[in-house]
């Protein structure tokens, strides 16, 4: 593996003197500054330096560029001229080159895996070889098994890291130690992450990648509902199914209880992570790696915490879904008709089985997607700690999967107890009553009534989520490793 064409740029030549690297170096600095003035008038501003790194590949979170200017705008005229440029490059050098080396154990000039997982170990930090490995990797462009200064310095100067602890936080980020990047689970975010603020925007664009998702799946989740509902009772198929709603309101009416699925993903996301962050701190290994019962666990109550302050809402999209055309003329109409009718307690109709099928679907789809992830970049990920976009789809639709498998009967007895109240003479059943009714009636496979769209929906809601993510990501200049 040769090095990237920045570091081949920033390296000096080998042989000669301590100063005359220096001056090579300074040199080299000069020339990276002219590259980024792109207007040529003798500074570089935060516009101009964010585009040199990003086009570069060098833009290593959100606010690199903003701390960049931060630490090397001594003057505070908002940009860097060549003196500031280079005296932050060689303070900044001068704090790698410490922590170079307390990671450099030994003394050799090169760092190995072995001193990268002792000193870890020594911040209560607890990591295996084959993770020191990938963090090896990813500084590694001569293809040995080793890192030298100069790849070290290399790979963190334009990132404004000054410490072993942030960088310690940085690893555990930006590789697979910790929460990947499924979009179906909240994301874990470092402490300069939170004094940034990136934190709102990655979660800003989770929440954005969802409600496309759930828009463009709207049609196949609203057949799913149906078809729990009516497709036994009526005797109907999937297309019977589908012909049965279009007729009755036209194509649009497929989007029907979309607005209020789209509506909750906000708060729906935000609770969830600000509970995961709260019930992590529940586990002595917290501030490391959780294990995956411990992020089962973790994933699951935060899943629970969620789900319970806005399940009302999700009552409202199968009463809204399930509803005729004219019925409701929005959220607010069908809530005030439901608390009229029915009181309060209707919008906790189905909230046990909800509960307890979160619990195998949220923590076995996170257990699982980590856990193939995290296998196939210890298999194969030897170049990189990054499995790229193909393995993380495949990663989220085999997890999602799974986890439905396990929940699906919970959400099919959950969604009969929510519309118990729109369908004529049907019997008011608690959970059990409902399950055995289904299985009496239906067999064991009614259990998997209207699972086929479900699947169906897995993967275009996957991919589009992905696909979205990425997109507002860069657009709100959100940047990952």
Not at 117 to 138: M, N, P
Not at 156 to 175: A, C, D, G, Q, R
Request: with cysteine.
């Amino acid at each position: 593996m040769g090095k990237p064409f920045w570091s081949r740029r920033l390296t000096p030549a080998e042989g000669g003197g301590e100063e005359e690297r220096d001056v090579e170096r300074e040199k080299k600095w000069a020339e990276l500054f002219q590259q980024f003035d792109t207007n040529k008038d003798g500074h570089v501003d935060m516009a101009e330096l964010g585009e040199g790194l990003r086009s570069m590949g060098l833009l290593t979170t959100a606010d690199t560029e903003k701390e960049i200017l931060r630490a090397g705008d001594t003057n505070h005229d908002g940009q860097l001229d060549l003196a500031e440029f280079t005296e932050y490059l060689r303070q900044h050098e001068k704090k790698l080159k410490l922590v170079f080396k307390r990671l450099d154990e030994n003394n050799d000039g090169q760092i190995d895996a072995y001193e990268i997982q002792h000193t870890l170990s020594t911040l209560g930090i607890t990591i295996t070889l084959q993770q020191a490995g990938r963090i090896l990797q990813s500084m590694d462009t001569e293809g040995r098994i080793t890192v030298d200064w100069n790849e070290f310095r290399d790979h963190f100067i334009f990132n404004p890291l000054t410490n072993m602890e942030e960088i310690v936080e940085y690893w555990k980020h930006s590789t697979f130690m910790d929460i990947g990047e499924s979009l179906t689970i909240v994301d874990e975010f470092s402490e300069t992450e939170r004094r940034s603020g990136s934190w709102w925007r990655q979660l800003l664009a989770g929440a954005m990648a969802g409600a496309v998702s759930r828009t463009c799946t709207a049609p196949l989740d609203r057949l799913k509902i149906y078809m729990q509902v009516f497709a036994a009772k009526q005797k109907l198929n999937l297309i019977g199914v589908w012909m049965m709603m279009v007729r009755e309101g036209g194509y649009m009416s497929l989007w029907r209880g979309n607005g209020v699925n789209v509506l909750k993903i906000t708060p729906e996301t935000g609770i969830k992570f600000m509970a995961y962050e709260q019930y992590k701190r529940f586990f002595p290994s917290s501030h490391a790696t959780l294990e995956v019962h411990e992020r089962f666990v973790a994933g699951s109550l935060a899943g629970v915490t969620s789900q319970t302050l806005i399940y009302p809402m999700e009552i409202l999209k199968t009463r809204m879904g399930l509803g005729k055309s004219g019925q409701y003329s929005g959220i607010f109409d069908c809530a005030q008709k439901m608390f009229r009718t029915e009181g309060p307690r209707s919008f906790f109709k189905g909230y046990v089985p909800n509960v307890i099928g979160i619990i195998p679907y949220a923590g076995i789809d996170l257990a699982v997607y980590e856990t193939v992830k995290n296998r196939y970049l210890q298999r194969y990920g030897r170049n990189s700690t990054d499995p790229g976009v193909l393995v993380l789809l495949g990663c989220g639709t085999f997890s999602s999967t799974c986890g439905q498998l396990a929940s699906y009967p919970l959400a099919l007895v959950r969604t009969r107890m929510q519309a118990q109240a729109v369908i004529k003479d049907e019997p008011q059943l608690n959970m059990i009553e409902q399950f055995a009714r289904i299985v009496q009636g239906e067999g064991w496979s009614g259990l998997y009534r209207g699972i086929t769209p479900n699947f169906m929906k897995v993967v275009p809601a996957v991919s589009i989520s992905y696909v979205v993510y990425e997109y507002m990501k860069f657009f709100l200049g959100v940047t990952s490793k």
